[in-house]
C-alpha cells in the first residue's frame, strides 16, 4: 500500500510540474550573444534579447567595469563592431555596477537581423569611446 500512496504521490507531483503555466511575462530564455572588449578596455560580458512583441528586452552584463562609473550604452547599425554608423539607432539605459535592462522599440527579430551591434561606451561624458561591443545576429 505504501508502494501504491508513493508512486500516486510522485505522479500526481509530475503532473503539476508538467502544466505549470510560466510567470505571466515572463520573456523566456532569449538570445544570447558575446560582448568583446575593445580599446583594451578588459571589459567583457553578453548581451541578451528577449521578444517583448513589439518591442525587445535587451539586457547587457559587463565583466571588468569601473567601480562607481557610469557608462552609456546604445545600438549602433553596422555589419560588425569594426564598422559602426556615425550615430545610435537606439539609446539604452546606462550601465550602472556592469548592468544595463531597457526596453527598446523595435522587434528582437529586426535587431537580430545581423545589421545591429550593441556598444557600451568608457562613460556617459561627451567623446566617450566603446569599451565593449557584441554584434546582433540570429544563428
Do not use: W
Request: aromatic share 6%.
Amino acid at each position: 500500500m505504501k508502494c501504491l500512496v508513493a508512486a500516486f504521490i510522485a505522479a500526481l507531483l509530475s503532473t503539476v510540474g508538467a502544466s505549470a503555466q510560466p510567470f505571466p511575462g515572463d520573456p523566456g530564455l532569449g538570445v544570447e550573444r558575446g560582448m568583446q572588449q575593445a580599446n583594451n578596455s578588459g571589459q567583457v560580458g553578453t548581451v541578451t534579447l528577449f521578444a517583448r512583441e513589439p518591442n525587445a528586452r535587451v539586457v547587457v552584463e559587463l565583466h571588468g567595469t569601473p567601480e562607481g562609473r557610469t557608462q552609456s550604452v546604445r545600438i549602433y547599425r553596422g555589419p560588425s563592431c569594426d564598422e559602426l554608423a556615425a550615430a545610435p539607432a537606439y539609446r539604452l539605459a546606462d550601465m550602472k555596477h556592469g548592468l544595463s535592462v531597457s526596453l527598446v522599440t523595435a522587434p528582437e527579430s529586426k535587431l537580430l537581423s545581423g545589421n545591429y551591434n550593441a556598444v557600451v561606451l568608457s562613460s556617459n561624458a561627451p567623446g566617450a569611446k566603446p569599451a565593449a561591443c557584441g554584434h546582433l545576429y540570429a544563428s
